[in-house]
């Protein structure tokens, strides 16, 4: 009886009802969505960094995996790398943001296809002018560019020669001379990349090379999976809890102006209620359900929204930004916003449980 009750108060009201769920599902998909491009983006990275098939990276001494640039590693360091023993191949790349999130990166094409295979050409062909570029499908999509079009980087004019499949250490690259030039770092690399005889050398070799080297950062590539996280992105946490903090304030002020509203437009309501015997717990519980309701109906929006905001960033900015769909948030996000309706509809469901049946019977 009382949920049927509850449900018809809740259709008897569609366009409040419905803008209530809408903006708790917004509120939900913000959440989703800002989780998902996080561990998406990070994930991507790694992806492309393990495509290249070496086996340890090497970056500059006091940078990170996370730092867009930073070339002051000497590149005659590959000839020390290349000695060391189980070393089989080694590839040293320049990375340099070109705005945003964005980066291109310099190689050494020789060195790049020995250690990785090459890339796989959708349309087009390697380097054959310093002012050629190499861009991934994902890239050329988003650019609307094809073999032979000219793009503005770095402040001068590039010829796409080639577009390949993406996965493979970036979504650009250049010649790695041609970029140590234009970035002021002739002779100087941003990482190296070391392919072994054998992969079950990998920890053997890296603990003498961090023993030979103690200030350049080394990582397997088993290592790299973890590295890229959430937790190792400094500020990337908090800047989560920021938007989770907001999620909740909106959906605090969202319930509470619904039900607060709901409550004085059926306060001759609530008092036919009391007057039939209903208590102050009744009263509270119907307005609580109607919460618990809300709050479910826009979870449920909100992860059907967040498909729709990873179909957007595939389909406009699929070079740029990587979405994924964490299912692990979908309960976090839903009890998220279900506590903060839950909190949102506490004093008008506390109003309406102490109206005055009398009073409320004469309310105009």
């Not at 009886?1 to 449900?7: A, D, H, Q």
């Not at 190689?107 to 002018?129: H, Q, T, W």
């Not at 001379?177 to 941003?190: F, R, Y």
């Not at 990998?202 to 088993?222: C, G, I």
Request: proline residues 5%.
């Amino acid at each position: 009886m009382v949920n049927k009750l509850v449900i018809e108060n809740l259709k008897h009201r569609p366009v409040r009802t419905l803008l209530s769920i809408l903006a708790i599902g917004l509120e939900v998909t913000m959440m989703l969505t800002l989780v998902g491009l996080s561990e998406g983006m990070l994930e991507d990275t790694a992806r492309r960094a393990r495509g290249v098939g070496a086996d340890i990276l090497v970056r500059a001494p006091g940078t990170s995996l996370i730092s867009l640039s930073s070339a002051s590693m000497p590149q005659k360091i590959m000839e020390f790398f290349a000695s060391q023993p189980h070393v089989k191949m080694v590839a040293g790349t320049v990375v340099h943001p070109i705005g945003g999130v964005n980066t291109i990166t310099g190689i050494d094409l020789a060195e790049f296809e020995r250690i990785s295979g090459g890339f796989k050409y959708v349309a087009g062909g390697p380097f054959r002018n310093p002012d050629d570029v190499i861009v991934d499908t994902y890239y050329a999509s988003q650019n609307n560019l094809k073999v032979g079009s000219t793009i503005r980087l770095l402040n001068r004019d590039w010829h796409v020669c080639g577009i390949v499949e993406p996965g493979k250490l970036a979504r650009l690259v250049i010649p790695r001379a041609t970029l140590q030039d234009l970035a002021g770092a002739t002779g100087k690399l941003s990482q190296v990349f070391l392919k072994l005889d054998d992969p079950a050398n990998t920890n053997r070799v890296l603990a003498a090379l961090k023993e030979k080297l103690p200030d350049y950062p080394m990582y397997s590539m088993e290592e790299l999976t973890t590295l890229y996280s959430v937790s190792n992105v400094p500020g990337l946490s908090a800047f989560i809890g920021v938007i989770v903090a907001l999620s909740i304030v909106v959906g605090f002020l969202v319930v509470f102006l619904s039900m607060y509203t709901a409550i004085l437009e059926r306060t001759r309501e609530v008092g036919i209620l009391k007057a039939l015997g209903a208590s102050p717990a009744y009263i509270l519980n119907i307005i609580l359900r109607e919460t618990v309701l809300l709050a479910l109906a826009g979870s449920a929006l909100g992860i059907i929204l967040t498909y729709g905001s990873r179909w957007a960033v595939v389909t406009l900015a699929p070079a740029s930004l990587s979405q994924k769909i964490v299912y692990g948030w979908w309960p976090i996000a839903s009890a998220i916003a279900l506590a903060g309706a839950l909190f949102g509809a506490l004093y008008p469901a506390w109003r309406a449980a102490r109206q005055d049946a009398i009073e409320a019977l004469t309310y105009e």
